[in-house]
């Protein structure tokens, strides 16, 4: 079949709507990402069970343990953000009620990743 | 000029509720119900951090219900929810590349997400058991 778009609108491949595929593509990207960022975080996890506070902050102010969580919890935040949005677009159906809890959704995730991020910076920079 | 009357109910859209169980079915609801569960997941992540953070007394706290006989059980929950959404992505990873989605093979499929996530979440347990 012969395009009918310009080049340029096949590169941004973004539609009628300017939007296009970006939700799909940033939920499947972010989940591949997130495949072993939360493997990482379940092993950091089960390591750290019964280790006291001052072993505790040791090991999650390391660089190396430090900026994968970061990357966990930032990309986490955004899956979440975007599969909850879809859930709440399934079931709510009121215009209203469905704008505020979508606000609410991203204002949780907001808030999650920055409470994290806040936390772990806070740990490896010894507060 | 008098209303139509209804003298039959009208014909509804077949939902959900008409179709025979499958797999399938089952493991996209799970699938959705595993997400929104690590939703909230993730806020006890995001607290444990925010504690550790916060001092010893508040990692004590949140040690000793993380440590709880309902910690733990949350903690199961959580390790099993976050392995079924796992598989259930790279069942959707494979589907994004057009194959899988015959009959068989996709009943096959959920399956096999169902059955990874189990032995996963067992094996995880069972090592760290085992080991510490």
Request: charged share 10%.
């Amino acid at each position: 079949m012969k395009a009918m778009r310009t080049p340029l609108r096949t590169v941004r491949g973004l539609g009628a709507a300017h939007e296009g595929t970006g939700h799909f593509w940033i939920t499947r990207i972010s989940g591949v990402a997130l495949i072993p960022l939360s493997l990482f975080a379940v092993g950091l996890a089960f390591s750290l069970i019964g280790r006291n506070h001052a072993e505790v902050l040791a090991v999650l102010g390391r660089p190396v343990v430090a900026v994968p969580l970061i990357l966990f919890v930032v990309i986490g935040a955004e899956h979440m953000r975007l599969g909850i949005q879809e859930s709440i677009m399934d079931y709510i159906h009121g215009d209203l009620l469905k704008v505020v809890v979508l606000m609410l959704n991203t204002a949780f995730c907001l808030l999650l990743a920055a409470a994290a991020v806040f936390s772990l910076l806070l740990i490896a920079f010894g507060a | 000029m008098s209303q139509p009357t209804a003298t039959h109910a009208r014909p509804v859209s077949p939902h959900l509720t008409v179709y025979r169980w499958r797999p399938t079915m089952a493991m996209s609801i799970a699938h959705r119900i595993t997400g929104i569960a690590l939703y909230f997941g993730m806020l006890l992540v995001v607290a444990w951090l925010v504690a550790a953070a916060s001092g010893p007394a508040w990692f004590e706290r949140a040690d000793w219900l993380l440590g709880s006989w309902f910690g733990i059980l949350v903690l199961v929950g959580f390790t099993w929810a976050l392995f079924h959404h796992l598989f259930g992505g790279v069942r959707h990873y494979i589907w994004d590349t057009g194959v899988g989605m015959g009959k068989e093979t996709s009943t096959r499929l959920a399956w096999l997400t169902l059955a990874a996530s189990l032995v996963s979440t067992a094996l995880t347990w069972a090592i760290y058991v085992i080991w510490f």
